[in-house]
């Protein structure tokens, strides 16, 4: 039976039909509309609205998806009402999109010329505004567009060379300058794309936003090269770079198909900003990426434990560039201020990375200061090992400066974590004869010992403040010794610790010539560990208690307390309490709810942080 529908029927049909007008409205929710306002190729492998438009204009949608080459060919070519503008960016990010599906590297490189020509236009067109969203994409597409069209096939690395490449309208030409590889006396080698490394261990992974493709440089060092600055520079450090492409004349190389390019290499030591195209432009950098590579596979954790056992395991490799047991971050430069950085006990300069990443990439610091990083053998006895570090800073100020002409050398700080803070302490005091009447009977010029045993035994028992150190910064620092070392586990301990051969071979020396002079005949006295040192009953850990900080230096306590709600005198951050740690006449004191690694903790790193700038603005 035929149906038929009704009068009210058909008059709902007719006003349904009326409300879905072709063109029309609707609401999305916040989060479709930002991912709308800012995905790109970079973010979601979606082409941006920008350039979907012009894909539209120009009729090339169905080209671009079936044949994507022939459709960047025809855009290529251009259209007569379309912005060059408009199509230089277009380009840039459906070659760079093109390329990730497989359409091979040279659409890469062409993308990082799109994207130059959009970014640098030819004298009488505007650059884009800075509050163009496309102006960010594309300089990530010309920094991406370097790095992927430069990376190796069927590797991640990156092949920085001179040479002619292949691009999808032409070919690019190439030129390198040999001397752009040179960081003082090592090559820059092997370059990754900081992009895609993905930094673990660290809080922060920081970006420097800026122009160029971000790159970790591993160091090879050249044969037979000295240079002062660089000497205390270890090899095993991989190194920050950013690759710049000044193009010639883009615009006519895009309409001729042959470019010319000279490539410039750039590292953080160089500055932050370079000039390109005639403008003064951000560099980028990723200094996370470089020192978690850094820190990558490195043996320097598995070897602390042996740095506490052994006196004489060589914790640097055996040259004579770290024979004082400083190697610096970065090379020398003048008018940076030292901050040197002492670990604490099992433990090694890594253990600084926290510390060094905020550092590395604060806009106030990371040109102000220059990192100096400070390791021992933490088993050794407290006095041998600040001796070291103060003959080491001595050593390396007079290297680097002979002249004294550096101020800023003249304004160091000392940072100084667990054991770490007695020796930065012992760079600060006046300690007269009190260390050596412990040790000996007489004056050590008395003593019928060699020439080396003296120097030995006089760096080690007899401190002044060294000239050039202006702050000090003690961090969960056992000045009264800490809880866990008691009696018998200085004992056991002692048992398990092996004194270095330039402490032990001294000690016989004087049994042997001078007997009469050993203030004490006991082994544990004369020839203490470090855990000795620290045992709160120990003559020494009461003498270096005693000693105040020398004026005008000043001194800063960052004190850790587990549970800052048990009763203050119980406080304590599970190795130091809080009453060893506590010192009277410090500049300041910062109590942080933390274990005993507080060195890592934020509110530790900014308060090391507000320092650092109160030192920068005291002339």
Not at 245 to 250: K, P, S, V
Not at 429 to 443: M, Y
Not at 518 to 535: C, E, G, H, Y
Request: charge should be neutral; proline fraction near 8%; aromatic fraction near 8%.
């Amino acid at each position: 039976m035929k149906r038929t529908l009704g009068p009210g029927a058909l008059a709902a049909l007719l006003l349904l039909c009326a409300c879905a007008t072709p063109v029309g409205v609707r609401y999305v929710d916040s989060k479709e509309a930002n991912r709308r306002l800012t995905e790109t190729v970079l973010s979601a492998d979606t082409l941006s609205a920008p350039t979907l438009q012009i894909i539209e204009r120009a009729a090339l949608t169905g080209t671009l998806r079936t044949d994507p080459g022939a459709a960047i060919a025809a855009l290529h070519r251009g259209l007569p009402t379309l912005p060059t503008a408009d199509r230089l960016f277009a380009l840039a990010e459906i070659c760079f999109q093109h390329a990730g599906r497989g359409g091979a590297q040279p659409y890469y490189l062409a993308a990082a010329a799109y994207a130059y020509a959009f970014l640098f236009p030819p004298a009488g067109r505007l650059p884009p505004e800075p509050f163009d969203p496309r102006l960010r994409t594309a300089v990530d597409l010309y920094n991406q567009g370097i790095a992927n069209g430069f990376t190796e096939s069927g590797s991640r690395r990156v092949d920085l060379r001179p040479g002619t490449f292949p691009l999808p309208f032409g070919e690019l030409v190439l030129r390198t300058d040999p001397e752009e590889f040179r960081w003082g006396p090592f090559r820059l080698v092997e370059f990754a794309n900081a992009a895609e490394l993905s930094v673990r261990g660290l809080r922060n992974d920081y970006r420097w936003p800026g122009i160029g493709a971000p790159l970790v440089a591993t160091l090879k060092h050249v044969p037979g090269e000295r240079v002062r600055e660089y000497l205390r520079v270890p090899s095993s450090l991989k190194v920050a770079a950013t690759a710049l492409l000044r193009f010639d004349d883009a615009v006519e190389g895009l309409r001729t198909g042959r470019m010319t390019a000279q490539l410039s290499l750039f590292t953080p030591q160089e500055g932050a900003s370079a000039e390109l195209a005639g403008r003064r432009v951000p560099l980028e950098y990723r200094q996370s990426a470089a020192l978690a590579s850094t820190l990558e596979g490195s043996q320097v954790y598995s070897l602390e434990l042996k740095g506490l056992l052994s006196g004489d395991f060589a914790l640097l490799k055996q040259s004579p560039r770290f024979k004082d047991n400083v190697f610096l971050m970065a090379p020398y430069t003048p008018g940076r201020i030292p901050l040197v950085l002492v670990h604490g006990t099992a433990s090694s300069p890594a253990r600084w990375a926290e510390l060094l990443n905020e550092v590395l990439n604060d806009p106030e610091l990371w040109h102000r200061y220059q990192v100096w990083l400070f390791t021992y053998n933490t088993g050794n006895p407290v006095l041998f090992s600040a001796g070291i570090l103060a003959r080491g800073l001595r050593s390396v100020v007079a290297e680097l400066d002979p002249e004294g002409a550096d101020a800023a050398l003249r304004k160091m700080v000392v940072v100084g974590h667990s054991q770490g803070g007695l020796l930065a302490k012992l760079t600060a005091v006046e300690s007269g004869e009190r260390f050596r009447e412990q040790a000996l009977t007489v004056p050590i010029e008395r003593l019928d010992v060699s020439p080396e045993t003296r120097e030995l035994l006089e760096r080690s028992f007899i401190y002044t403040p060294l000239p050039f150190v202006r702050r000090i910064i003690f961090i969960c620092t056992p000045h009264r010794g800490s809880f866990l070392v008691s009696d018998w586990v200085s004992d056991l301990l002692r048992k398990a610790i092996s004194l270095p051969f330039a402490w032990v071979e001294p000690l016989g020396e004087i049994f042997e010539r001078s007997p009469e002079a050993l203030a004490t005949q006991s082994v544990k006295k004369i020839a203490p560990r470090s855990t000795d040192n620290m045992n709160p009953n120990s003559p020494f850990i009461r003498t270096f208690a005693s000693l105040p900080i020398a004026p005008p230096i000043r001194a800063h306590s960052i004190i850790a307390v587990a549970n800052p709600e048990a009763p203050p005198a119980e406080w304590d951050d599970g190795v130091v309490a809080y009453h060893s740690a506590h010192i009277e006449g410090v500049a300041s004191e910062l109590i942080v709810h933390h274990g005993h690694s507080a060195q890592e903790a934020p509110q530790a790193i900014e308060e090391v942080r507000r320092i650092l700038i109160e030192n920068l603005n005291e002339p």
